[in-house]
């Protein structure tokens, strides 16, 4: 197995150190995991096909540590469970004549991460191509401090805004196009968040940005094997 395959997972729900605990589920070569946030503003499922490895699940619960242990390895790696009566107990990873184990949770300690009640309708899409996420991830970077991004309607022509303001701020505009627009408000969600979705998938070309009035986006990632989905819940109006 590839081992960028199992980087590419785990970074795509770690989302740079913003999720550290997960629960990761085998069932018929395909992994999946489902989190959340601690502050509970995100959460969302990556799915990869074609991951050859016993049926399972187990508990992961300091993701940060096992990047740290994978980063020893070369790009060939084998990967086993370690088990007492039946139940996984360490997760074996070896690559040549180098190997290490990494201790597994019980899933019972990972946060449960029920499924959305409710949908909403997403009134707006946006289309994220290669340049948004790009501009996006440089922006954020530039404006460090900037917690926020806005997406808002002006004069009829859509904008993502980082580091919207009512008052006079350093700020970023970023028109896009979409496939449809029914903002009925200004509406703003954490940016430090989005910046890391979009560095985790930033080797997607298309994708859409849906947005709903009732305060929640969703936006979904499909990459060859990968396929990831987060919804982000709106923080509150900014100044």
Do not use: H
């Not at 997403?122 to 290669?130: A, C, R, V, W």
């Amino acid at each position: 197995m590839q081992r960028d395959k199992l980087d590419q997972f785990i970074q795509k729900y770690a989302l740079g150190g913003m999720v550290n605990s997960a629960k990761w589920s085998c069932s018929n070569n395909v992994l999946s995991t489902s989190f959340i946030t601690p502050d509970k503003n995100l959460l969302g499922k990556v799915t990869v096909n074609n991951f050859n490895f016993n049926d399972c699940d187990f508990g992961v619960y300091s993701t940060d540590q096992l990047q740290k242990l994978l980063g020893v390895l070369g790009d060939n790696i084998d990967l086993s469970i370690t088990d007492f009566n039946g139940k996984p107990t360490a997760l074996s990873v070896k690559n040549g004549s180098i190997s290490f184990d990494y201790v597994l949770a019980d899933p019972a300690v990972i946060p449960e991460v029920n499924d959305l009640k409710r949908i909403p309708e997403f009134e707006t899409k946006i289309n994220l191509d290669t340049k948004f996420i790009f501009t996006f991830i440089k922006g954020k970077t530039a404006l460090s401090e900037s917690d926020t991004f806005s997406i808002l309607d002006n004069n009829g022509k859509t904008e993502v805004v980082i580091g919207y303001s009512s008052i006079n701020t350093n700020r970023i505009t970023i028109p896009v196009s979409t496939e449809g627009s029914g903002l009925t408000d200004i509406i703003s969600f954490n940016a430090n968040l989005f910046k890391e979705i979009l560095t985790a998938n930033k080797e997607c070309t298309t994708a859409v940005l849906e947005v709903s009035n009732d305060g929640l986006a969703r936006v979904v990632f499909n990459i060859n094997d990968f396929k990831s989905v987060y919804y982000l819940v709106a923080t509150q109006g900014v100044d």
